[in-house]
Antibody, heavy 119, light 105 residues
């Protein structure tokens, strides 16, 4: 079965950068669109970014204002999210999720990685 | 694009729970629903308005018309207590509703 394992979260200071990773297994990774979605403590789900199977098509939420960059390495079955200029408002659990065939819904989710931004 | 859900829906065990999701001309979009139990990752329970993924209980069903989509849970069980989120794709972006906490009393 599909397994997604996020890593790279932790405690960072405001203004710093961080790169998250998502290791995928149990699927033909390049067949899947992938997304990053986050959830602030006690809040709802917030979609961040989408990348096509080839990496040629990318979408971002307007709210990110260019601070985050999504990428993927199909040879390593890995998805990444580079985050810069982090603020306390970026404190959240970050999930990666799969979308088979660009259906624009998410059929598999990872367990999430916690990012805490605090001075 | 905005999706509006009621913050909470109470239901008694064995009864039917209905969770709504409202948006402009929502009936023209494909709606998905996710269940998130406390401390866990979200799980897809309905996609394309009314399709259940393999492994999801038949007690879950969906509909979508006009400006409102509805997730219906029949014969609600205590294990169904969770937060539920609707979701659509609109103008190159994913939109989630604010979530509804289903409380099984």
């Amino acid at each position: 079965q599909v397994q997604l394992v996020e890593s790279g979260g932790g405690l960072v200071k405001p203004g710093e950068s961080l790169r998250l990773s998502c290791a995928a297994s149990g699927l033909t990774f390049s067949d899947y669109y992938m997304s990053w979605i986050r959830q602030a403590p006690g809040k709802g789900l917030e979609w961040l970014s989408y990348i096509s199977g080839s990496g040629s098509t990318i979408y971002y939420a307007d709210s990110l204002e260019g601070r985050f960059t999504i990428s993927r390495d199909n040879s390593n079955n890995s998805l990444y999210l580079h985050m810069s200029s982090l603020s306390v408002d970026d404190t959240a659990i970050y999930y990666c999720a799969t979308d088979y065939g660009a259906s624009y819904f998410f059929d598999n989710w990872g367990q999430g990685t916690l990012v805490t931004v605090s001075s | 694009y905005d999706l509006t859900q009621p913050p909470s829906v109470p239901v008694s065990p064995g009864q039917t729970a209905s969770i709504t999701c409202s948006g402009e001309n929502l009936g023209n979009k494909d709606v998905s629903w996710y269940q998130q139990k406390s401390g866990q990752s979200p799980v897809l329970v309905i996609f394309q308005d009314n399709v259940r993924p393999s492994g999801v209980s038949e007690r879950f069903s969906g509909s979508n018309s006009g400006n409102t989509a509805t997730l219906t849970i029949s014969g609600t069980q205590t294990m169904d207590e969770a937060d539920y989120y609707c979701q659509v794709w609109d103008t190159s972006a994913v939109v989630f509703g604010g979530g509804t906490k289903l409380t099984v009393l």
